[in-house]
């Protein structure tokens, strides 16, 4: 009875280790990312950036740039603004999605021009109401190689905790057979 007591132990132990820092969710996220009213939930490009007054996050994916703007202080989302991107002398109006209450550039040529691998100094121009400010940022593309690169090492660690988490958990168990055991002999000495 002990001995299954100590695989139960086992297996709800391993299940919570297989969800550690490091696991992944169904979309390929990071669980362990920090968390906040934006957390990354895809692999593409992203940018992040903020002025006294205005935050911006966007993600590169899909065909479009989606953009969500909030003010800075309140993180109260800002919507119907007037958003322009600016990159390398292309410029483009963001369409905002009432239903999502985002931002989206799907202009192709600008698109063609994010696409590309390396790291892109974007300048977003918004207008809400009477005020208006200017955001810059980077939106860092990486290359096939930099993702494969990336996969690489993360597999390896990945593999790595696997079986570190693995060897602790079967001492563990042979730990508590010992002693499943130790208390079967001492009981039937008696």
Do not use: C
């Amino acid at each position: 009875m002990n001995l299954i007591k100590a695989f139960l132990i086992y297996f709800l132990t391993m299940s919570a280790a297989l969800a550690a820092p490091g696991a992944h969710g169904p979309g390929g996220e990071h669980l362990d990312a920090p968390g906040g009213s934006h957390a990354q939930t895809d692999a593409g490009p992203r940018i992040d950036t903020f002025s006294e007054s205005f935050e911006l996050v966007g993600h590169l994916q899909g065909g479009e740039l989606s953009m969500l703007i909030d003010r800075y202080a309140t993180n109260e989302p800002v919507l119907n603004g007037k958003l322009e991107i600016e990159f390398n002398g292309l410029k483009a109006p963001a369409k905002f999605h009432a239903d999502h209450g985002d931002y989206a550039i799907d202009d192709a040529n600008l698109l063609k021009e994010l696409a590309k691998p390396g790291k892109h100094s974007l300048m977003f121009t918004l207008t809400v109401g009477e005020e208006s400010d200017l955001l810059e940022g980077t939106l860092e593309v990486k290359g096939e190689a930099d993702a494969h690169t990336h996969d690489d090492e993360h597999g390896h660690a990945f593999s790595l905790r696997n079986w570190a988490i693995g060897g602790v958990l079967l001492a563990i168990l042979l730990v508590a057979i010992i002693l499943s055991m130790r208390r079967r002999k001492h009981n039937s000495g008696k």
